[in-house]
T-cell receptor, first 113, second 116 residues
Framework: AQKVTQAQTEISVVEKEDVTLDCVYE???????LFWYKQPPSGELVFLIR????DEQNEISGRYSWNFQKSTSSFNFTITASQVVDSAVYFC??????????WGAGTKLIIKP | GAGVSQSPSNKVTEKGKDVELRCDPI?????LYWYRQRLGQGLEFLIY????????KSGLPSDRFSAERTGESVSTLTIQRTQQEDSAVYLC??????????????FGPGTRLTVT
């Protein structure tokens, strides 16, 4: 069965600290896609990144970076030098041979000034 | 270009009344999805449209829930005889394709439904 686990329900850090959000997934498919979405307090989900199962290269986009490791079925998300505007709920999601996205429960990230 | 829009943004209704929620996807997006998000929780899949047909309605929680899509565009989610447990934010998303594509879903702002 497909499953996405975000074990961290809530993380609170002080501004400028680095923070990593964990995502562990389960799937039997060899072809699948992983996503991260951000949901700020305004509520609208914002797409951050898509990674397919054949591309294990890590990606960096500004202060954001993603570490995809098939060996541990993990797709972790790191924010470097966090800012208050990064405060949001972050969701990890998996899409396999079906069309549905299987969502994690989300991690609430609080960045304190 | 315009993103996914949803209306109304907020809806307060009395228990037992019917409500209709509307979603306008991004133009050209063939796939459309409805989700429900209860306060402080993750997303719960409701239904998926590919074009105007809904190959998977398995997420609809009861027969009080129905959805349709016309013209491969607008979709409406109808909840009949609303109950208090229906209170949630209803999110709509669209993507370029659903079945085989890899395209990410783009979300609307949601409709916050409160059943009193």
């Amino acid at each position: 069965a497909q499953k996405v686990t975000q074990a961290q329900t809530e993380i609170s850090v002080v501004e400028k600290e680095d923070v990593t959000l964990d995502c562990v997934y389960e799937t039997r498919d060899t072809t699948y896609y992983l996503f991260w979405y951000k949901q700020p307090p305004s509520g609208e989900l914002v797409f951050l990144i898509r990674r397919n199962s054949f591309d294990e290269q890590n990606e960096i986009s500004g202060r954001y970076s993603w570490n995809f490791q098939k060996s541990t079925s993990s797709f972790n998300f790191t924010i470097t030098a966090s800012q208050v505007v990064d405060s949001a709920v972050y969701f990890c999601a998996l899409r396999d041979s079906n069309y549905q996205l299987i969502w994690g429960a989300g991690t609430k990230l609080i960045i304190k000034p | 270009g315009a993103g996914v829009s949803q209306s109304p943004s907020n809806k307060v209704t009395e228990k037992g009344k019917d409500v209709e929620l509307r979603c306008d996807p991004i133009s050209g997006h063939t796939a459309l999805y409805w989700y429900r998000q209860r306060l402080g929780q993750g997303l719960e899949f409701l239904i998926y449209f590919q074009g105007n047909s809904a190959p998977d309605k398995s997420g609809l929680p009861s027969d009080r829930f129905s959805a349709e899509r016309t013209g491969e565009s607008v979709s409406t989610l109808t909840i009949q005889r609303t109950q208090q447990e229906d209170s949630a934010v209803y999110l709509c998303a669209s993507s370029l394709t659903g079945r085989t594509g890899t395209y990410e879903q783009y979300f609307g702002p949601g409709t916050r439904l409160t059943v009193t």
